[in-house]
């Protein structure tokens, strides 16, 4: 097995609240958080609203500082690398965002949009900057005499690819994805996600995909992590997560994507309540207040992310369920939102 | 501001969530080899404003009002007269001027100050300069320290920002008038005596610094709040992700999207100094004689108001034309800048 390009170990992160001046407990938008991600590689983070998928992947890109853990990227540790030390890596760290609307400065040419990162960190690729950027925008499908327009005039599915080609200026390894799909229509999703599955394919990048879009993630992830509250349920290998789910959180979110050859809920497991407040999270098992296999143990002893089978899939329950379901993710996904709905 | 020939379809240039369907229709047929050329925000600004015809008309009243008060000494010259002449000879015995409409002549085109029998005209196109040159150099002042106070509290957020909104409270806090009326003469007693006249410049020096020490809030806290909430924005983080620093957040990230509000808000300060300048004639501490003035000439006529209504109608007609063209210019501006914050 390769060497892992990005190595998380106990990656933590709490948001403060205070009162005035006084702390008063802190939010525990992530809560020691283990995997790897390979070169050229895949990992699909999904996990509802709130369950600290976003907050994971700016840690990554070093927008948000980790309270605890490390990160470790292509064999250094990043975790408190300072912005002098940094530079070297961002060229190899890049970010996609959520919204396209908000993450191209409205002020600003494409041109100056895609090249901001090579001029930021002094690059003059051969053949000068304009060149480089046009066949940024030529590879992420873009017109390249494009480079003089504003991102007004683009649709939302072209912002996202612009977002794209200035995240791929410098050359990078790996990319965390924050939700790239969610704002685009769906028609659109299809095409934004294989133009990165054909940039996968033809750069040799590796990926942290965050999701809500089940069918999305089965679509592009080779490995997929199912987050809860803060936490890692169950990671594994795309085929066993979807087929083989052992954490009933995994399944209940599985059987929320609709099956279009069944009509009605059919064995669609409806979880009861909310998600509880990531301030005060529940002892043992976050996932307990919901499961409908919770026992007394689950409330006294946290469930360790362990194999169950020998396998690369680690699931953190002490009841894992067995057997295998057998669906299709049809044409539409269910996203993770749905299922407490 | 309705105007016809404005197109509904305009969209914010700022505003990322709406598809400009201007600029689809307006830019010529990509055919043949045409390189294609997006238009910036900034453009399309301008092409609002160029269309709508009261930004036209308050525009050219202002490029007006500027050539004549720059061409000041230009009046002088042709005229062979200084503003300071008085022109005794023209005053009856009881000191108000001969003839009709205040005096009104071939010479003297908008007639004599009663009294000291100056030339109105010529008051009036010095005192123009003075109260152009006041307005205008405060604004400026105001907008450097509120755009430098803003981006550093809104940048640095903490403790330094609370330290400026508490500033920012207090100085709204101060009556400005009674502060001005305390500080301008002690400021004055400060460094001259009684004996002795201070330059007229100091006097203006001294009203554009009150100016900018209270005015710069406004733009503070309009700049801090853009600022704060443009920092969070992923193009600011997708920079940040990219390794630039500070200054390259600040001055090609941000600057670039909150110059528009802080233009506006200078075009709209200009008119409310002129007159808050010319108010301060009325308690005494505005521009001293000799210097020409708007404010003083208005505050000399209202003695004459009964007997020489002509002495108090220019200098009010034209501070009144000059506030109107600035605030309806401030407007149109804010509109092209801003299409959606129109009614």
Known sequence: MTEP??????????????????????????????????????????????????????????????????????GRDITHARRAQLRPLRQDLQIIFQDPYASLNPRHTVGRIVAMPLQVNGINPPGGIKKRVQELLELVGLNPEHYNRYPHEFSGGQ????????????????????????????????QVINLLRDLQRDLDLAFVFIAHDLAVV???????????????????????????????????????????????????????????????????????????????????????????????????????????????????????????? | MSDMSHPPSLTAPGDPAAPDLAVETESPPVGGRREIVGRSPNQLA????????????????????????????????????????????????????????????????LGLEPGSGRDIMLQLVYGLRTSLFIALASALLASVIGVAVGVIAGWARGWLDSVVNWLVDLTLAFPFLIFALAVIPILQDRFYTEREAPPPAFRVALIIATFGLFSWTYTARLVRGQVISLREREFVEAARAAGAGTGHILFRQLLPNIWAPILVTVSLNVPQFIAIEAALAFVNIGVTEPTPDLGRMIYNSIGYVASDPWYTLFPGLTIFLLVLAFNLFGDALRDSLDPRSTR
Request: charged fraction near 25%.
């Open chain 1, 159 to 190: 912002r996202q690819r612009i977002g794209i080609a200035r995240a791929l200026a410098l050359r990078p390894k790996l990319i965390v994805a924050d939700e790239p799909v969610s704002a685009l229509d769906v028609s659109i999703q299809a």
């Open chain 1, 5 to 74: 390009l990005l190595k998380v170990r106990g990656l933590t992160k709490h948001f403060p609240v205070r009162d005035g001046f006084r702390a008063r407990g802190a939010v525990r938008a992530v809560d020691g958080l283990d995997f790897d991600v390979r070169p050229g590689e895949t990992l699909g983070l999904v996990g509802e609203s709130g369950c600290g998928k976003t907050t994971t992947g700016r840690m990554l890109v070093r927008l948000l500082d980790a309270t605890s853990g490390s990160i470790e990227f292509d």
């Open chain 2, 46 to 109: 301008w092409l609002r404003l160029k269309r709508d015809r009261t930004a036209r008309t308050s525009a050219l009243t202002l490029v007006v009002a500027a050539l004549v008060a720059l061409c000041a000494p230009l009046f002088g010259w042709l005229t062979g007269m200084d503003p300071t002449d008085k022109f005794v000879d023209r005053l009856n015995d009881f000191g108000m001027p001969i003839g009709y409409a205040g005096g009104i002549s071939s010479e003297h085109w």
């Open chain 1, 218 to 341: 089965r679509h592009f992830c080779h490995r997929v992590a199912v987050m809860y509250l803060g936490k890692i349920v169950e990671i594994g290998d795309r085929d066993d997560i979807y087929q083989r789910p052992q954490h009933p959180y995994t399944r209940a979110l599985l059987s929320a994507i609709p099956d279009v050859t069944t009509l009605g809920p059919a064995g669609r497991i409806r979880l009861a309540g909310d998600v509880p407040t990531p301030l005060n999270p529940p002892s043992g098992c976050r996932f307990r207040t919901r499961c409908w296999k919770a026992q007394d143990r689950c409330a006294t002893e946290e469930p360790p992310l362990i194999t169950r089978d020998g396998g690369g899939q680690l699931t953190a329950c002490h009841f894992p369920e067995t057997g295998t379901i057998s669906q299709d993710s049809g044409p539409v996904g269910a996203t993770a939102e749905e299922v407490s709905k």
